[in-house]
């Protein structure tokens, strides 16, 4: 069965990143030129997903017109002949892409946020992108990294990251088999506990099957419905899979994180990158 299902949660609150996120979604907070949110519906296109789930809130409808048509703006840019500008502008969405957003009235984790996208996605299988963890590869991108194995396996498969053994205490850790079976999964253990350095870095494919498990989850840890409590549930029943991701994961939720993205994606730039170089090299000389 292929995968042509995306959710992109967007409904949190973004405290990590106030104030700039008082008023404007987290996700649309720009990594060099494109908001984050972006970047991710651009993965996940590139790895064949069709329909992209948007969890929102009503504090952020910002977000929908990001993909939507703007038509002051487009007839503007038309009249003045700035066609490549048009063609940014009306670029966010990809073609042959839909866009479909649901609200989830009140942030009560991310595991509840999921659930809220199991109406439009039903039976099928589908990919969950973090859309303040960018990722970078020089091959298949994350999401298209499940989606292969998926197609391989047919079991739910989620993104791992090795990280050093100092830091297994900030993540959530997997313990996998040789066969690439999880086998626990752990929140932020100490180092002499924890079943690996392998982390889970917000990239996730799920059969359906997801969605009767999140419906029974209980609040847990911060009173929030937890993803992680009901692939844990899910452990018990089927076999999910662990791959490593051999790429860049940037954690732009966290001030510290988005500087470093900022500063990786801004020297990668195509246009920018050159220039942008030698402002940095200046900065450090001075
Ligand atoms: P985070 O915990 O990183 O985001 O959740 P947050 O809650 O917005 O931010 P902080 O921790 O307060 O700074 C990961 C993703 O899950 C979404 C968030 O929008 C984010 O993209 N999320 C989280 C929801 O959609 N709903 C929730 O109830 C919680």
Redesign the pocket.
Known sequence: MSVKFAVI?????????LPATKAIP??LIPLVDKPLIQYVVEEAVAAGIETIVL?THASKSALENHFDSQYELEAELEARGKQALLEVARSTLPAGVKIVSVR?GK????G??VACAAPIVQDNPFVVL???VICYAQGDNATAQLVKDYEMYGQSVISLLPVPMTEVHKYGIAGVTEQQAITTLVEKPAAEVAPSNLSVLGRYLFNASIFAELAKTQRGVGG?IQLTDAMHAILAKETMRGVAFDGEVHDC?DKLGYLNATLTFAARHASLGADFKTLLAQHAQA
């Open positions: 949660p967007a409904a949190g609150l973004g405290t990590r990143f987290k996700e969890v989830q942030a009560l984790g991310l509840h946020a973090l859309p303040d929030e939720g």
